[in-house]
């Protein structure tokens, strides 16, 4: 392992940087200029398609937008993170809710998309310094009933101050031996959250190679329209899915538990796919489940042994097509289902 002080750097780095992801959030939906702004640096860009150039102008642009509407709510997932030192690269996902303010007929809306963010150390926080979006799917539905215009008090308060990440200066750290312990769980944690997080990853771009790559010898697969082996599930699921016009799986709520070489982990997924249920007639399907999963370190490497899904609840309607004066017709980045989707360029600089 690295020592003492890389390690516990590489768990508190990681976690401020996601604090600071929720920072973000937590600033879109309380429309609060300064929680927006302070997740970015003082030059940093972004590039959202419907605007592109520098974050502070974005912040000030997107909280006058939001405070228009009725209240929103935008979900991070799938965080991965890499950290480089003083600098770090992430990808993670974003589930917006929002309602747009038609007293006559409220439309509300889930949008999906991917943020692909280049963070900088500021001090001892994180910051973004260049923030790239892109636009997944978006899904349509009419509501009943009056949508609130105004947000709770207690929700426009401004988050607490985050944490600060740890110095890297190597100095003496002295562990109990339940702290050590502690750490190298948090460690491992981390590499199974990663598993967890490509895999999801692998099955949303169509790629068989990575989709492999995360699985030891002879682990087993059932996720009720299948069982098997790895080996036989990779390809199966990336055929069974290549005429999907759009899938994405989000995954939350990650509970792990170490047990010395192996790992046990409960997760929940939100899967999205539009697909064609019959001749000319295109669906979206939300399905909603979780993933019971087993892990184990062979040749110092953890990797998944075994996955079975429980379906949860299941819901479709028919696939709405995009209009060219919706919002989400300027996200002109857009996510595919193959290596020409941004994010792989993203983790190659």
Not at 71 to 78: A, E, F, G, K
Request: charged letters at 25%; proline letters at 3%.
């Amino acid at each position: 392992m690295a020592s003492t002080a890389q390690a516990i750097a590489s768990v508190l780095d990681r976690q401020a940087i996601a604090a600071n992801l929720a920072c973000h959030a937590f600033g879109l939906d309380r429309r609060d200029l300064a929680l927006i702004r302070r997740a970015y640096t003082e030059e940093a860009t972004v590039a959202y398609g419907l605007f592109e150039g520098k974050a502070f102008d974005f912040a000030e642009m997107i909280a006058g937008f939001m405070a228009t509407m009725p209240p929103t709510l935008h979900r991070t997932s799938n965080m991965l993170i890499r950290v480089d030192g003083d600098t770090a690269v992430s990808e993670s996902c974003v589930i917006t809710c929002m309602t747009l303010p038609d007293a006559d007929n409220p439309q509300t809306s889930l949008v999906q998309g991917r943020y692909l963010d280049r963070h900088r150390r500021v001090g001892n926080g994180w910051r973004i310094e260049h923030r790239t979006y892109v636009f997944d799917w978006h899904l349509n539905a009419d509501i009943d009933g009056s949508v609130p215009d105004v947000l709770p008090a207690h929700a426009a308060q401004s988050a607490p101050v985050l944490p600060l990440a740890f110095a890297h200066e190597e100095t003496n750290v002295s562990l109990s031996d339940d702290l050590r312990a502690g750490l190298e769980a948090a460690l491992v944690r981390n590499a199974i959250h990663d598993l967890i997080m490509l895999q999801a990853r692998a099955i949303d771009r169509g790629d068989e190679s990575l989709l492999a790559t995360l699985w030891h010898t002879g682990a087993k697969v059932d996720l009720g329209f299948f069982a098997g082996s790895a080996e036989e599930f990779c390809p199966f699921i990336i055929s069974a899915t290549a005429g999907m016009q759009r899938m994405t799986h989000t995954v939350a709520n990650e509970h792990i538990e170490v047990r010395r070489d192996e790992a046990v982990a409960e997760s929940y997924v939100v899967a999205f796919t539009t697909f064609e249920a019959s001749e000319g007639e295109a669906v979206d399907e939300i399905t909603a489940g979780r993933y019971l999963d087993r892990f184990a370190l062979r040749d110092g490497t953890w990797k998944f042994t075994e996955r079975r899904f429980v379906t949860d609840f299941s819901t479709r309607q028919s696939a709405q097509p995009e209009s060219p004066e919706a919002m989400t017709a300027q996200l002109t980045l857009r996510g595919k289902r193959s290596a020409d989707d941004p994010v792989y360029a993203f983790w190659a600089q």
